[in-house]
């Protein structure tokens, strides 16, 4: 069995690498906007970006701003080894960024009527991490 697969014959689950500086950012009182300015690549950044305009009405900024997340999240996981399936656990943080965003574009999908979308991000999520499904739905 590789190191690549799991015990079950899966795939083994992927962990992103640590990237402190986006939470260091927002511990210290920073914006969304200001850790997304100075960390691209942040997937959590971007989930923020994208709940807190979802909470201000801004449904579809908070499309856009998930969308970016996603994608951003799913770089990241390639270039972690990750094969396009497989577990993501929640468990383990650098991953809930992704999660997090991949949560948010399902959310603002739904409030736009895109539904297609909306049942993939939503299937998705769950099948990366059960414990995020049930922890962000």
Not at 10 to 27: I, Q, W, Y
Not at 47 to 66: K, M, P
Not at 71 to 93: C, I, N, S, Y
Request: hydrophobic residues 35%; charged residues 25%.
């Amino acid at each position: 069995m590789s190191i690549h697969e799991n015990l079950l014959g899966g795939p083994a689950p992927t962990h992103l690498p640590d990237d402190p500086g986006p939470r260091e950012m927002f511990a210290s009182g920073a914006t969304p906007a200001e850790v997304a300015a100075r960390y691209p690549t942040s997937s959590l950044a971007w989930a923020r970006l994208a709940d807190d305009a979802f909470e201000g009405g801004r449904v579809v900024e908070s499309y856009a701003y998930a969308r970016t997340g996603y994608h951003r999240g799913l770089d990241a996981l390639r270039r972690a080894g990750w094969k396009g399936h497989g577990p993501v656990p929640f468990e383990h943080e650098p991953n809930r960024g992704f999660l997090r965003a991949l949560h948010a574009l399902a959310r603002a999908a739904q409030a736009i009527g895109e539904d297609d979308e909306y049942e993939r991000c939503t299937a998705f999520l769950r099948d990366s991490s059960p414990t995020a499904a049930d922890t962000l739905g």
